[in-house]
């Protein structure tokens, strides 16, 4: 019989389970390796804050795949509780350590392909305390077993979640839902920090609203049996402490092996995958994409990469092991495939809100040094006279020069994610905000309106590009804060609206009595026109226009951002 090709994986979760599967398809010749050093293999991270949760209710139902299954349907042998240990280039083998009851046995494993898809480790910062028995991480089914325990055994009270990212929010949900008070500790100015400052406070009025503590701008600077202390002094009470701060990519056994590390501190890969070794591949969270917006080097750690990553890897190393060899007729059709970057297109369930992003926030697009503009509005996700509408808040980013999207931002209840997968596709065909104003989206009364959110957005995106409706956005706010004075702020919300809360000396007209008290806005400032989500806005500038003032424009988001604003004097 022919020399069956040997693929060797090392890691058996997302990027390498499916990169094992995958050659399979392609190979059925070849002795596939999983080697994972965990006790489980091919589970389902994404899903352990909800079995804290209770959400999934069996446990069992995150293991994806057995070793067993492994076996039986892809002929894959895993090993589990296997580390690998050292790689040797010159020989193709790779040095492994099983642990057993009984000890450890190292045992070397030939390769002729090898694929890398060991993820990352969260980060454990140095402070101290962090080391006691009632500290956790959540990455792995032992990690969430550990927290299980000890919310059973120990019954804590307070749990303090150190970080506001993904897994420190879906985790601190977990915890409000088992009913502990839950304080949040982020490091940074608002929760979820990649994303624009209003939808971090968003996220952070919903854990308010259901009675958790968030602290911004906080360091925690100890943790004792009873409390988590943060750097001002403030004793936040801790029977149970979640770590969330963080993943660095795994990439110590390839440094060791001489493996090429990216800027990021990722793996370096080119577009197929292929590491600095010809015969390494790898994916997933170790390594270092491009960004398909601003062509920077990042690291994205989400399943969606990693899974397609792991397909990509799988199939090019394998075309790489047989070309020049006779290759099958099966796999004749197939070419090297490339990986053309991410868009880090993220979706997170708030209790009952979600919120989404794909490409890039207007603050990431700034600090990327892009020509960047943003107009947010608050629009129901179907008709209004449709029982049941709730507000989606949405922002889209976009390139001031040519309209190119380059981002979206949004938050709200209902047909949130259904948008920003909308915009991702949009962004992978590189659109601008002219093509979308155009796209025909499906419309019935209980689904969406005739002019989608999306259409709207980027009705008023074109609208401020030409200058027909102009918007001002928060950055310029910002800087117009230093002198609040010097503008007009025109609030045109009704009166229950504006009672709720203002800025300071701002004029009231509400948007239905704005052309019978034309005469009471002054002409000598630049005017900002206040709306409740930036629709009433946009209808003050163009009534405002065609009477003759020059400088005005509609704030994007209206109240809904502004009301986030720090520096504003709001009574
Ligand atoms: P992993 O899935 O982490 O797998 C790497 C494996 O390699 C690990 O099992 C590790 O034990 C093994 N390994 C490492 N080094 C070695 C070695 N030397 N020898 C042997 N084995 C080794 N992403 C989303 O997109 N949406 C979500 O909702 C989401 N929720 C998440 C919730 C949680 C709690 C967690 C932890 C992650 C979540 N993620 C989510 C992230 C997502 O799970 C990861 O991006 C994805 O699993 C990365 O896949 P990977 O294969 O690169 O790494």
């Known amino acids: 019989m022919e020399y069956a090709m040997k693929a060797l994986i090392i890691g058996g979760v997302a990027a390498g389970a499916t990169a094992a599967a995958r050659i399979r398809r392609l190979d059925e010749h070849a002795e596939i390796t999983i080697v994972e050093r965990g006790p489980y293999v091919s589970f389902a991270n994404c899903g352990l ?150 939808y971090g406070r968003h996220v952070e009025d919903q854990f308010k609203e259901r009675g958790a503590a968030v602290y911004t701008n906080a360091v925690v600077k100890k943790i004792t049996d009873t409390a988590v202390i943060l750097g001002n002094g403030t004793a936040i009470p801790a029977d149970l402490v979640l770590v969330s701060a963080g993943v660095k990519p795994n990439t110590e056994l390839a440094q ?20 600095s070794d010809p015969w390494i591949w790898a994916a997933g969270d170790m390594i270092e994409i491009e960004s398909k917006i601003s062509n920077a080097k990042v690291r994205i750690p989400l399943a969606g990469p990693a899974n397609r990553q792991g397909r990509i890897a799988a199939t090019n190393a394998v075309l790489a092991w047989h070309s020049g060899k006779s290759m099958p007729e099966s796999m004749s059709m197939l070419t090297p495939m490339s990986y053309k970057g991410a868009l880090g297109t993220s979706v997170i369930k708030i209790f009952d809100t979600t919120l989404a992003s794909t490409g890039l926030s207007f603050t990431q697009a700034k600090r990327a040094g892009l020509p960047v503009r943003e107009v947010s509005l608050i629009k129901g996700n179907h008709a209004g006279y449709y029982p049941g509408a709730e507000d989606i808040l949405l922002t889209l980013v976009y390139n001031e020069k040519n309209g190119r999207l380059l981002g979206a931002e949004a938050f709200g209840k209902q047909g949130v994610e259904k948008r920003i997968d909308a915009v991702a596709v949009a962004l992978h065909a590189g659109l601008t905000v002219y093509d979308l104003a155009e796209i025909d989206f499906a419309y019935a009364p209980p689904y969406s309106s005739a002019n989608d959110p999306l ?21 310029e706010i910002e800087t117009s804060l230093k002198n609040p004075d010097a503008v007009l702020w025109l609030d045109v919300r009704n009166y229950g609206e504006y009672a709720k809360g203002h ?36 209808l003050a500038v163009r009534m405002l226009k065609q009477h003759g003032f020059k400088h005005v424009k509609n704030i994007s988001g209206g109240w809904s951002h502004l009301k986030f604003m720090r520096g504003l004097s709001i009574e």
């Not at 079995?51 to 446990?59: C, D, F, P, Q, V």
């Not at 060791?256 to 590491?275: P, S």
């Not at 995106?461 to 918007?471: E, Q």
């Not at 002409?523 to 026109?529: E, F, N, Q, T």
């Open 503 to 538: 800025i300071k000396n701002s004029l009231h007209i509400p948007v239905d009595e704005l052309r019978d008290r034309i005469d009471e806005i002054p002409r000598d400032k630049p005017i900002y026109c206040i709306s409740v989500g930036g629709f009433e806005g946009h």
């Open 455 to 475: 259409n709207m957005a980027a009705f008023m995106a074109v609208n401020n590009l030409s200058g027909y409706s102009p918007v001002i956005s928060m950055d």
């Open 49 to 198: 804050p909800y079995h804290i949760s209770g959400a999934i209710e069996k446990r069992s139902k995150l293991l994806v795949q057995t070793p067993e299954g492994f076996m039986s349907r892809y002929r894959v042998q895993v090993m589990l509780n296997t580390e690998a240990i050292a790689v040797n280039r010159n020989s193709k083998q790779v040095t492994v350590d099983t642990k057993t009851a009984e000890g450890s046995t190292e045992q070397a494993l030939a390769y002729d392909v090898l694929l890398l898809a060991q993820g990352g480790t969260p980060v454990f910062p140095n402070i101290e305390g962090i080391d006691a028995p009632h500290v956790f991480k959540l990455w792995t089914i032992p990690d969430m077993d550990k927290i299980l325990k000890h919310i059973k055994e120990q019954s804590p009270r307070n749990a303090v979640v150190i970080g506001g990212g993904f897994i420190g929010l879906e985790t601190a949900e977990a915890f409000v839902e088992r009913g502990l008070t839950v304080t949040i500790v982020e490091a940074l100015d608002h929760v979820m920090p990649q994303l624009d400052a209003v």
């Open 256 to 275: 060791k092996a001489g493996l090429e590390i990216g800027k990021t501190g990722g793996l370096a890969v080119d577009e197929f995958l292929r590491t």
